[in-house]
Structure formats: structure tokens, C-alpha cells
């Protein structure tokens, strides 16, 4: 068999079924091989970033590994930015690039060959494991143990560079090697008594809290989580990639905490005294710099298989569970089941009283432009549970994060760590391919679509179930919010807005346009009730302001 041949089957028995590539002569053999292949579905992205942004976005819906295939050179650079995010957001990614033959690889020249870039070296820090493969027989070993790594504890990318005559070799799988993954070495840590003693803290909180992160749905257990729940009766904020875990109507359920969280979580974090956070990495973004916009004085007790992330500055670490997020939940219930749990009603109602004070900014009753979170609310009520939400950097990530609420068991894919301008279209591609019963609802801004507005053409191709809504706000409000902020009110970005009836007309895209604020819930339904690809501009009013964490005492 082909060495490409064996590389897509491979992946297909994984359970992989669609791969986003962008071709070129030095993965002439790899695209040959998925392209042609029986069961794998394969995808022409625009650009090998976007490419693994779909990629990304197959992994989260599907819970499995998402493929992108690059060729050699710009094509496995230019997929360094998408890798990042994959990295940063733990998201199991497998990049297979191409590379130059084999005899022209170098490890000292900057460019060798025609095109040759030694990859691997410049993406040692963004993967979990990678590798030139330079010898035809160590592909099974190679690939398993890729596998292995991408799916293992902390999930990331991985990323395997193999040389276009080393594609081409025929080998015989029988002859392969394989790859023995090491147990993990757990002697000498009691488990058990670490959750114990962490439970002792939890349960002597006053005002405890529940921080849950998208780690809780990789471990699958959600339902273990919600039993954790019943057994508490604790209060819960969201990450922003946990933030579909919980409807919104759950009692116990406060939505999303941190830095761009809804307002009703902030006094809620700020003033209680133990943290219990599951499957979150607690990054920066959400809970600022030295913890300051999130619980400050409070103990947390931080379930995190990866313990690198934890020592950030600020945070008061009492416990720390360096273990399988699901496992450590099923322990918990065990040892809840026969605990004396106390009632923290009272703390419970006053959470529950700031929720009804604190609702999310809302438009001004006599101004007929559209305000942000007016049409959000309207998208969120004409949504149901076959829609998956993509939302982008800028206001829509505020604003998404805010309004949306998860309670007809919608799903969300988003950028969490960095909310990156331009996710929104890839992300929505790869959530259309890998869900095709769903219908997308793809959020973006009029600044942030221009990053891979290349690929409308994609959606546009293969007439994908997209509907994009384009936030036009005059360009980059959230920027013009921060220099009115920092910079006195002076704008370095004065932008014209792209015509977007235009660009719907060049990308073969049905164009709506939604102005006014009467009939937006029945405009929204309309649109949605048709199948395929739109794009709608929504206008929406320049000097609306977004609502940001405020520091404030929980007096209520
Ligand atoms: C790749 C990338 N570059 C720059 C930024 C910084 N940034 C954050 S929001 C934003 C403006 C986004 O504009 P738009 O999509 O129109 O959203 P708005 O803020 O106007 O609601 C910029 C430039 C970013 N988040 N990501
Ligand atoms: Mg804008």
C-alpha cells in the first residue's frame, strides 16, 4: 500500500470522516489519497489557516480528532496561526504536511528544495507532538503515537511532515512497527485523599462556587457534572468554552463568568470564598490579570490534568487535583453520596436576587437602531436545538457570550483563549460538515469577516447550511472603545465598511439585510426557516455600548 494511502486509512479508522486541505505539489500524494478516498469526505479551504480553524471545529462537535493536510513550505506556515489556537484552546488537531523529498531535507538551510521549510522545528512549542517522517516504515509509529499524544491528558495539535517521495513509497503494514504508549506513573499521589481533603474545604465554604470549562464535556461527563449539581446545590459560572454546557435555566446556573462575562456573574465571583473549578484552564483572559476580576479572595480548589497552567499569579491555590476531570467528579459523588452537604440557600438566594437585578444591556426603548444584544436576544429565541452558534472577536464575542442561552440544548464553537477576528467563517464550515443535520448560525463583525472572507466562496461551493450575520457597527467598535479608553477618543482604524450586498453577489451567497428593530424575531425566522447558505447584514447602532465587568460588592 501507498504510504498516503495508509495515512487516510488510518485516520478514516480513527472515525475520521471529512479532512479540509488546500493542495499543492508537495502534498500531491496525501491530497491524492484523501481526496480519492472511499468513505473520507475531503474539503478545499482558501487558506491553510482557515483550513485548520474547520479542522478545529470538527474535533469540538465531534469529539474526536479534526485533519488538515498542507503542502510544504507557506502551506505548513501559513497553518502556524491556526495551530496556535488549537494549542492554546486544547483543541486535538492532526496536521499532515507535505514536505520536499526526503534527499533535499535539510536542517540547517532556511529553504531547501523547492519550497522546503523544516516545519517541525518552528512548531516544537505549539504541539503536543510532531515529526518528519523521513523513513516510510515508521508511519504506524509515527502516526499512533500522534494520535496517542493529541487525545492524551491535555488535548492540542499535532503535526507529522512527511516528504513527497516517502508519500509516494509502497510498504507493506504488516511489516510496520507500532507505538506502546507508556502508563502514566500515578505512585506515590493518593487521589483519593487529595479529592477528600479537597471536599473538606468545599464543604466548609460559606459562599462557595462552581467555575465549569469545556475540559467537563471533553472527559464526557456532563451527566456526572449535572449529578455533582443535584448532590451541591452550589452556584456555577461558565468559561467561554463551557458556556454551552448548562441552559441558562438551570436554577443553579449564573452563565458566563470572567472578563467578558454576563453581568449578573460578576458580584457572584467576586465575593465567593471557594472556587471548585472543573475542566477549565482559568485562563488569563477569563479571569484577569491576578485574578483581580475574579475571585480575589477566594480558595480555589483547581481540577486540572495539566499542571502547568495552574501557577498563574494571583490565584490561591489550596487544592490541586492533577487528575482526569471525569474521573475526579465520579469520586466526588461517591464520597458526596454518603457526606453531610451542607444548605447554602441563603447564599443561594442572593445570587438569585442579583440575577433578576442584573440583566444584560439592553436597547433604549425610543432609538430605532438595532442594538447588539436586542438582535442576539431575537437570534437566540428564533434558534432551536438543531443550531450550532460560531461567534467571532469584537462585540459579537461579547455579545454571544452575554445574551446567548443554551436552552433548547444548542452548541457553540467559538476562540476561547484568544477570541481571534476571523474564526467565525472556517469554524462555521467545519461545524457544517461535521453536524450537516444542523443549521449554523456563523456571528461576525463588519472588521472581523475581512480575516478569511475568502472562504464564503467555500461555503458558497458546497452550499453549506450557513447563515452568516454580520454585525456592521462602523467598523472596529471594540477598538474605538479602548482608544476612546486609553488614547483619548483618537482612531487609528477610520474604515469604510465593505459593501455587503456586493460581496454576497461576488461569493454566489443569498443577501438579506435587517435595519430595523420591529419584526427583527420575524425577519430572523424567515431567514432561518430556509435551508443553505445567506448572508444578512444587520446595522446595528455605531454607539452602543458593550456591558463589561464591573467590580461590585454583592449587597443585595
Ligand atoms: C487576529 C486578531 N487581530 C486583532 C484583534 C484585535 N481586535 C479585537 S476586536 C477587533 C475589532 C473587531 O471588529 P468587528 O468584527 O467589526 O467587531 P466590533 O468590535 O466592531 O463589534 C480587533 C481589531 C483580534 N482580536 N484578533
Ligand atoms: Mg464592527
Known amino acids: 500500500v501507498r504510504v498516503a494511502d495508509y495515512i487516510a486509512d488510518f485516520v478514516y479508522k480513527q472515525g475520521v470522516r471529512n479532512v479540509f486541505m488546500l493542495s499543492g505539489t508537495g502534498s500531491i500524494y496525501l491530497d491524492d489519497a484523501f481526496a480519492f478516498h472511499p468513505e473520507i469526505r475531503f474539503f478545499t479551504a482558501r487558506h491553510e489557516a482557515a483550513?485548520?480553524?474547520?479542522?478545529?471545529?470538527?474535533?469540538?462537535?465531534?469529539?474526536?480528532?479534526?485533519?488538515?493536510?498542507?503542502?510544504?513550505?507557506?502551506?505548513?506556515?501559513?497553518?502556524?496561526?491556526?495551530?496556535?489556537?488549537?494549542?492554546?484552546?486544547?483543541?486535538?488537531?492532526?496536521?499532515?504536511?507535505?514536505?520536499?523529498?526526503?534527499?533535499?531535507?535539510?536542517?540547517?538551510?532556511?529553504?531547501?528544495?523547492?519550497?522546503?521549510?523544516?516545519?517541525?522545528?518552528?512548531?516544537?512549542?505549539?504541539?503536543?507532538?510532531?515529526?518528519?517522517?523521513?523513513?516510510?516504515?515508521?508511519?504506524?509509529?509515527?502516526?499512533?503515537?500522534?494520535?496517542?499524544?493529541?487525545l492524551t491528558g491535555r488535548k492540542g495539535p499535532v503535526w507529522l511532515d512527511v516528504p513527497s517521495d516517502v508519500q509516494a513509497q509502497e510498504i507493506d503494514p504488516?511489516?510496520?512497527?507500532?507505538?506502546?504508549?507508556?502508563?502514566?506513573?500515578?505512585?506515590?499521589?493518593?487521589?483519593?485523599?487529595?479529592?477528600?481533603?479537597?471536599?473538606?474545604?468545599?464543604?466548609?465554604?460559606?459562599?462557595?462556587?462552581?467555575?465549569?470549562?469545556?475540559?467537563?464535556?471533553?472527559?464526557?461527563?456532563?451527566?456526572?457534572?449535572?449529578?455533582?449539581?443535584?448532590?451541591?446545590?452550589?452556584?456555577?459560572?461558565?468559561?467561554?468554552?463551557?458556556?454551552?454546557?448548562?441552559?441558562?435555566?438551570?436554577?443553579?446556573?449564573?452563565?458566563?463568568?470572567?472578563?467578558?462575562?454576563?453581568?449578573?456573574?460578576?458580584?457572584?465571583?467576586?465575593?465567593?470564598?471557594?472556587?471548585?473549578?472543573?475542566?477549565?484552564?482559568?485562563?488569563?483572559?477569563?479571569?484577569?490579570?491576578h485574578a483581580n476580576y475574579f475571585a480575589k479572595n477566594a480558595k480555589f480548589i483547581v481540577v486540572d490534568i495539566d499542571t502547568s497552567e495552574v501557577y498563574k499569579p494571583g490565584l490561591n491555590i489550596e487544592h490541586l487535583i492533577s487528575h482526569d476531570v471525569g474521573e475526579t467528579i465520579r469520586l466526588l459523588n461517591k464520597r458526596l453520596h454518603t457526606s453531610v452537604i451542607p444548605q447554602w440557600s441563603n447564599?443561594?438566594?442572593?445570587?438569585?436576587?442579583?440575577?433578576?437585578?442584573?440583566?444584560?444591556?439592553?436597547?433604549?426603548?425610543?432609538?430605532?437602531?438595532i442594538n447588539s444584544y436586542n438582535f442576539m436576544e431575537c437570534l437566540d429565541a428564533a434558534s432551536d436545538k438543531h443550531n450550532i452558534f460560531v461567534s467571532d472577536a469584537g462585540g459579537t464575542n461579547y455579545v454571544a457570550g452575554q445574551q446567548l442561552k443554551f436552552d433548547k440544548g444548542q452548541r457553540e464553537v467559538t476562540s476561547g483563549a484568544f477570541y481571534s477576528m476571523g474564526m467565525t467563517l472556517p469554524m462555521a464550515i467545519g461545524a457544517a460538515v461535521t453536524k450537516p443535520e444542523s443549521q449554523i448560525l456563523a456571528l461576525t463583525g463588519d472588521g472581523s469577516i475581512e480575516l478569511n472572507i475568502q472562504?464564503?466562496?467555500?461555503?458558497?461551493?458546497?452550499?453549506?447550511?450557513?447563515?452568516?450575520?454580520?454585525?456592521?457597527?462602523?467598523g472596529y467598535a471594540s477598538i474605538r472603545d479602548s482608544q476612546d479608553a486609553f488614547c483619548g477618543g483618537r482612531y487609528t482604524d477610520?474604515?469604510?465598511?465593505?459593501?455587503?450586498?456586493?460581496?454576497?453577489?461576488?461569493?454566489?451567497?443569498?443577501?438579506?439585510?435587517?435595519?430595523?428593530?420591529?419584526?427583527?424575531?420575524?425577519?430572523?425566522r424567515t431567514i432561518l426557516d430556509k435551508s443553505g447558505p445567506a448572508l444578512i447584514e444587520v446595522v446595528c447602532d455605531k454607539n452602543q455600548k458593550i456591558s463589561k465587568f464591573q467590580q461590585e460588592k454583592l449587597t443585595l
Open 51 to 150: 483550513a485548520v480553524a474547520m479542522a478545529e471545529a470538527c474535533a469540538k462537535l465531534s469529539g474526536g480528532i479534526g485533519v488538515a493536510v498542507t503542502t510544504t513550505g507557506p502551506g505548513g506556515t501559513n497553518a502556524f496561526s491556526g495551530v496556535v489556537e488549537s494549542w492554546v484552546d486544547s483543541v486535538p488537531v492532526f496536521i499532515l504536511s507535505g514536505q520536499v523529498e526526503s534527499k533535499y531535507f535539510s536542517t540547517e538551510l532556511r529553504s531547501f528544495g523547492i519550497q522546503g521549510f523544516n516545519i517541525v522545528e518552528h512548531v516544537k512549542k505549539i504541539t503536543k507532538y510532531s515529526a518528519v517522517v523521513l523513513d516510510s516504515l515508521t508511519i504506524r509509529f509515527h502516526m499512533e503515537k500522534a494520535l496517542h499524544m493529541a
Open 174 to 289: 504488516a511489516q510496520l512497527q507500532s507505538y506502546q504508549s507508556q502508563p502514566i506513573n500515578n505512585d506515590g499521589v493518593d487521589w483519593e485523599k487529595n479529592i477528600a481533603n479537597a471536599l473538606t474545604t468545599l464543604l466548609s465554604a460559606k459562599q462557595p462556587l462552581i467555575v465549569v470549562g469545556q475540559g467537563v464535556r471533553q472527559a464526557r461527563a456532563i451527566p456526572e457534572f449535572l449529578q455533582l449539581l443535584d448532590f451541591l446545590g452550589i452556584p456555577v459560572v461558565a468559561t467561554r468554552l463551557g458556556q454551552d454546557i448548562l441552559p441558562d435555566k438551570h436554577p443553579l446556573y449564573f452563565n458566563l463568568g470572567g472578563l467578558m462575562g454576563h453581568p449578573q456573574s460578576s458580584a457572584i465571583t467576586l465575593n465567593c470564598d471557594v472556587v471548585l473549578s472543573l475542566g477549565s484552564s482559568l485562563a488569563t483572559s477569563f479571569i484577569g490579570n
Open 347 to 369: 447564599w443561594l438566594t442572593r445570587c438569585h436576587r442579583h440575577r433578576v437585578a442584573k440583566i444584560a444591556l439592553r436597547p433604549n426603548a425610543d432609538n430605532k437602531k
Open 455 to 474: 472562504e464564503l466562496r467555500t461555503i458558497s461551493q458546497y452550499q453549506l447550511n450557513i447563515k452568516v450575520f454580520i454585525i456592521n457597527n462602523g
Open 494 to 524: 477610520e474604515r469604510n465598511v465593505l459593501n455587503f450586498r456586493k460581496v454576497a453577489d461576488a461569493f454566489e451567497i443569498p443577501f438579506y439585510i435587517l435595519e430595523r428593530c420591529e419584526m427583527l424575531y420575524t425577519e430572523i
